[in-house]
């Protein structure tokens, strides 16, 4: 059962990661064509600030719950390598603990002002052109819910299994 969850988590990461990159490819792009026109006609895109901003936190979260899985979070090898095994997995399972805990806080703490956010129907930026705050909002709750699934996850399978890898075969693809 956990392994089938594992790799539910696994695939849904992925498929995250993968629709952050294609968001940042069209960030660029975005980007790369208001700077032409700003230049060669003296016609900057309206709103490109407020897309970007909002593209740039949208694709940061995305990515959230694959980086928790490959271990692409802030690590130190310092410290496990002068542990024990069992040290390593007790490691492990506290540190997993304590991401687990600052994302669901952060979950938490974001859907209060998401809900807002959807039920005045809020938006952000100048008279000319607004954006809406609630995709940006929902993207944080639950990408947020997302990491913090993930390390539960590493956390139970140090407890449960004393296994302590991350998910070095998902970091090929």
Not at 81 to 90: K, Q, S
Not at 99 to 115: C, D, N, Q, R, V
Request: charged share 15%.
């Amino acid at each position: 059962m956990l392994y089938t969850v594992d790799r539910l988590a696994s695939f849904v990461s992925q498929i995250l990661k993968y629709v952050a990159s294609v968001l940042l490819i069209l960030v660029a792009i975005l980007i790369t064509v208001d700077v032409v026109m700003r230049f060669i006609l003296n016609m900057p895109i309206i709103g490109i600030a407020e897309i970007v901003a909002n593209g740039i936190v949208v694709i940061a979260f995305l990515q959230l719950g694959y980086a928790v899985r490959i271990g692409g979070m802030l690590r130190s090898e310092l410290l496990p390598t002068r542990l024990g095994p069992r040290g390593r997995v007790v490691l492990e399972a506290v540190v997993s603990s304590l991401g687990l805990l600052l994302f669901a806080l952060i979950a938490w703490a974001s859907w209060e002002p998401m809900m807002r956010a959807i039920a005045v129907h809020e938006f952000e930026g100048h008279a000319a052109f607004q954006v809406p705050t609630w995709p940006l909002k929902s993207v944080i709750v639950v990408c947020s819910i997302l990491a913090a699934f993930n390390y539960l996850l590493i956390v139970l399978r140090a407890v449960l299994h004393g296994d302590v890898s991350v998910e070095r075969e998902a970091a090929s693809h």
